[in-house]
T-cell receptor, first 113, second 113 residues
Framework: DAKTTQPPSMDCAEGRAANLPCNHSTISGNEYVYWYRQIHSQGPQYIIHGLKNNETNEMASLIITEDRKSSTLILPHATLRDTAVYYCIAKAYSGAGSYQLTFGKGTKLSVIP | DGGITQSPKYLFRKEGQNVTLSCEQNLNHDAMYWYRQDPGQGLRLIYYSQIVNDFQKGDIAEGYSVSREKKESFPLTVTSAQKNPTAFYLC????????????FGPGTRLTVT
């Protein structure tokens, strides 16, 4: 797995976009970037993943740089319920196989009223 | 509603006792996982199972055991050999081949004194 680096904490004003960066400078060509979040004392929740194209779903957008060495998770209109720890994971995917996700310490996002 | 249940939410045991944590899912997922989380840390994989009657060790399997006799159930036993069993334990499941989209239960907080 490629090593990922995230800031330990960030603040965001309620209603504004939250931009969470992740550095994965050693990522290889077949490694995807996955994002999860964990609200306090709950299980993590899958958010989004991507390989090289930008991705968007109902929860967030994922912007991956052209050289794939970094990415940004965007929550377009942060609410207080988005306060959580956000994990960025870089992992190869080879279809059917036994793969495990490695969760680091992530970024603690605090949405401020 | 489909989902993953873990019980109990809080569990207290005396040192030297084995304890079994329950994990049940009705999502019809083939793969199931057990993670451990310590305060302020990310998640670490204990065991995972891709199919009934088969399971593999994760990064920190020592002192733990599992069984997978039914698709819906993946109980974890914390044995007396586990040196630091006090932690937050999370169970997850996924569709086979979509390991990256794991659905997590609410967790069990185990305290051993």
């Amino acid at each position: 797995d490629a090593k990922t680096t995230q800031p330990p904490s960030m603040d965001c004003a309620e209603g504004r976009a939250a931009n969470l960066p992740c550095n994965h400078s050693t990522i290889s060509g077949n490694e995807y970037v996955y994002w999860y979040r964990q609200i306090h004392s709950q299980g993590p929740q899958y958010i989004i993943h991507g390989l090289k194209n930008n991705e968007t779903n109902e929860m967030a957008s994922l912007i991956i740089t052209e050289d794939r060495k970094s990415s940004t998770l965007i929550l377009p209109h942060a609410t207080l319920r988005d306060t959580a720890v956000y994990y960025c994971i870089a992992k190869a995917y080879s279809g059917a196989g036994s793969y495990q996700l490695t969760f680091g310490k992530g970024t603690k996002l605090s949405v401020i009223p | 509603d489909g989902g993953i249940t873990q019980s109990p939410k809080y569990l207290f045991r005396k040192e030297g006792q084995n304890v079994t944590l329950s994990c049940e899912q009705n999502l019809n997922h083939d793969a199931m996982y057990w993670y451990r989380q310590d305060p302020g840390q990310g998640l670490r994989l204990i065991y995972y199972s891709q199919i009934v009657n088969d399971f593999q060790k994760g990064d920190i399997a020592e002192g733990y055991s599992v069984s997978r006799e039914k698709k819906e159930s993946f109980p974890l036993t914390v044995t007396s050999a586990q040196k630091n069993p006090t932690a937050f334990y999370l169970c997850a499941s996924s569709i086979s081949g979509r390991f990256y989209e794991q659905y997590f239960g609410p967790g069990t907080r185990l305290t051993v004194t």
